[in-house]
């Protein structure tokens, strides 16, 4: 089965200290990865994606994510963390065996602290 | 160009009421998809489109039907609501490639 999990409901951090958000997922055959982040009463905002290449995605905002294949994880990663991240943020991966379909995690909430 | 946008943004309806939601997009985009989200759960998919005059059922499709007549709209019914069909739902649509555009979900609740 695919799956998609985000072990942290909740992130804290200080404004610009580093932020990493976890999500490692389950999928047959090669991951398509995703994040995207939800602001309040907002729709999901795509942030950065993984199909193949470099295990370092750089994405918008300044966010980049790593994918690591034997720890199957894909975190979230930012050097120095703004009080304007604070929102939601959501990992999705593609399911494997039907590329039209798609999982997304529960969710981790990102908040920054001035 | 607009994106995607959804009708209405907000709606109470009564248990075993019914009623539509409407998701357009003018990105010519071929996929289209209906999300719910729920606390704690993330999005779970109710049905998908992977063209005009086609659907398909997502993860959780009880309760649900759709329709896509014209490739710019989907829409998304609801027979008889029930109270756990109360969520946020988000249509979303995307071209052959995997990055999905959001809409800004509409809030139901259901009594």
């Known amino acids: 089965a695919q799956s998609v999990a985000q072990p942290e409901d909740q992130v804290n951090v200080a404004e610009g200290n580093p932020l990493t958000v976890k999500c490692t997922y389950s999928v047959s055959g090669n991951p398509y990865l995703f994040w995207y982040v939800q602001y309040p009463n907002r729709g999901l905002q795509f942030l950065l994606k993984?199909?193949?290449?470099?295990?370092l995605v750089k994405g918008s905002y300044g966010f980049e994510a790593e994918f690591n294949k034997s720890q199957t994880s894909f975190h979230l990663k930012k050097p120095s963390a703004l009080v304007s991240d604070s929102a939601l943020y959501f990992c999705?991966?593609?399911?494997?065996?039907?590329?039209?379909?798609?999982?997304f995690g529960s969710g981790t909430k990102l908040n920054v602290k001035p | 160009n607009a994106g995607v946008t959804q009708t209405p943004k907000f709606r109470v309806l009564k248990t075993g009421q019914s009623m539509t939601l409407l998701c357009a997009q003018d990105m010519n985009h071929e996929y289209m998809y209906w999300y719910r989200q729920d606390p704690g759960m993330g999005l779970r998919l109710i049905h998908y489109s992977v063209g005009e005059g086609t659907t398909a059922k997502g993860e959780v499709p009880d309760g649900y039907n759709v329709s896509r007549l014209k490739k710019q709209n989907f829409l998304l019914g609801l027979e008889s609501a029930a109270p756990s069909q109360t969520s946020v739902y988000f249509c979303?649509?995307?071209?052959?490639?995997?990055?999905?555009?959001f809409g800004p979900g509409t809030r139901l609740l259901v009594l």
């Open positions: 993984y199909i193949t290449g470099d295990n």
């Open positions: 979303a649509s995307r071209t052959g490639k995997e990055t999905q555009y």
């Open positions: 999705a991966v593609r399911d494997g065996n039907n590329f039209n379909k798609f999982y």
